[in-house]
C-alpha cells in the first residue's frame, strides 16, 4: 500500500503541534486554514491512510518522508483533517472541520431562502441542527466512547430545543420587522440554538470531564470545570463562524435590486445564490472563528476542582499551570 520513500532524520519537527504554533490569532489563523481546507475533504481513504502512516513513521522514528519537512507538514494537516486528535479514530466526513463550508454554505442558504413558513423553518432548522450536532459530536473533546443511548438522548434533546427555539424566534420576530432585519433571525436562532445543541452533545463531558495534562503531555486527571469553559468557549466561536448569515442578507438585498436576473428570483433561485454567497464569506470566517482560542488551552492548578488539584499537587507540587484539549 505504501510507496513512500523515507529519508534524514529531524526531531525538531513536532507534528503535534501546529507549524505556526498558537500563541496569536494570526499564527492559529494560518493553522486553521489548512486544517478547515474544504479540499481535504475530497481525499481519498488510501491518501489518509498514507498520511497518517507519514505521521506515525515520524513519531516513532523520527524519519522524514521522501519529500522533506514540508511533504511531512502536508500530511499533518491531511491526518489531522481526518482523524481525531485523542481518540486517533477516523472522523465522520460531514462531522469533519473541513466539511463545514460546503455543508454549512447548503444549509446556510436554505436557512436565509426558506424562513417564513413554518414548515420550511421546520425542515431547514432541523437538517441545520442535526449538522450542527454531527460536528459538535465529532469534535468533542476526550477519548471516552459514548454508548448509543447516550448519543441518541443528546441529539434528540439538542436537535428538538435547538429547533424548536429557532421556530419560535421567527414567529415572534420575523413579521415585526423590516425585510432586512427579518433575514437577520435564521441567524438569531441559529446563534440561540448552538447555546443548547453544544452542551447537549458534549453533555458527557460535563459529567465525566476532560483530560488534564501536564507540559508533556502527561495524563493528571479528568476536570468538569475545564470542560464548561471548553463548551463555552466553542460556542462562542460557532457563533462567530455563522457571521455569513449576516452579511449575506445585505449582499443578497442589493442584488435584488441591482442585477436583472436575480430581481423577482424565486426560492430555488434565491436559495442557489445566497448558498454561494455564503461560501465565500464562510471559507475566511470558519477558519477565523476556530482560530479566536488557542486549541490547547491552559488553566491554574488552583482553580481545579478540589480533588483533582490535591492529586496533582501530591504527585509534584511544583506543577502551577496544567492544559487541556478544548475541542473544536
Request: glycine share 6%; with cysteine; hydrophobic share 40%.
Amino acid at each position: 500500500l505504501y510507496t513512500i520513500k523515507f529519508e534524514i532524520m529531524d526531531r525538531a519537527i513536532d507534528v503535534s503541534k501546529s507549524k505556526w504554533g498558537d500563541e496569536t490569532f494570526e499564527a492559529r489563523f494560518k493553522h486553521f486554514v489548512r486544517l478547515t481546507d474544504p479540499r481535504n475533504c475530497l481525499k481519498t481513504n488510501i491518501q489518509l491512510e498514507e498520511a497518517r502512516h507519514i505521521v506515525q513513521k515520524f513519531k516513532k522514528d523520527g524519519v522524514l518522508p521522501g519529500g522533506g519537512s514540508e511533504a511531512l507538514w502536508n500530511a499533518k494537516y491531511v491526518h489531522d483533517s481526518a482523524f481525531h486528535p485523542e481518540t486517533g479514530d477516523k472522523q465522520n466526513l460531514m462531522g469533519r472541520m473541513s466539511f463545514q463550508v460546503p455543508g454549512g454554505m447548503v444549509l446556510t442558504g436554505m436557512l436565509l431562502a426558506f424562513y417564513k413558513k413554518p414548515l420550511e423553518i421546520f425542515l431547514a432548522q432541523w437538517l441545520t441542527q442535526s449538522f450542527n450536532a454531527m460536528v459538535n459530536y465529532t469534535n468533542r473533546s476526550g477519548d471516552k466512547p459514548l454508548s448509543t443511548k447516550v448519543i441518541l438522548s443528546a441529539y434528540i434533546t439538542a436537535t428538538s430545543l435547538a429547533t424548536a427555539t429557532s421556530i419560535v424566534l421567527n414567529k415572534l420576530f420575523s413579521s415585526r420587522v423590516p425585510p432586512l432585519v427579518g433575514r437577520f433571525v435564521p441567524y438569531v436562532s441559529v446563534a440561540v440554538a448552538n447555546m443548547f445543541n453544544i452542551p447537549c452533545m458534549r453533555s458527557q463531558e460535563m459529567i465525566d470531564g476532560v483530560v488534564i495534562v501536564d507540559e508533556e503531555g502527561n495524563k493528571l486527571g479528568n476536570s468538569v470545570i475545564a470542560a464548561k469553559r471548553s463548551i463555552a468557549s466553542v460556542t462562542f466561536s460557532r457563533c462567530c463562524m455563522a457571521t455569513p448569515m449576516l452579511i449575506t442578507p445585505v449582499v443578497m438585498q442589493w442584488i435584488e435590486k441591482n442585477v436583472s436576473f436575480m430581481k423577482n428570483a424565486g426560492k430555488v433561485k434565491s436559495c442557489a445564490m445566497q448558498t454561494v454567497i455564503a461560501g465565500l464569506f464562510m471559507l475566511p470566517a470558519i477558519p477565523a472563528g476556530c482560530a479566536l482560542f488557542a486549541q490547547q488551552q491552559s488553566i491554574s492548578v488552583d482553580k481545579l476542582e478540589d480533588d483533582l488539584r490535591t492529586k496533582i499537587l501530591e504527585r509534584d507540587s511544583s506543577i502551577k499551570t496544567v492544559y487541556y484539549n478544548k475541542g473544536l
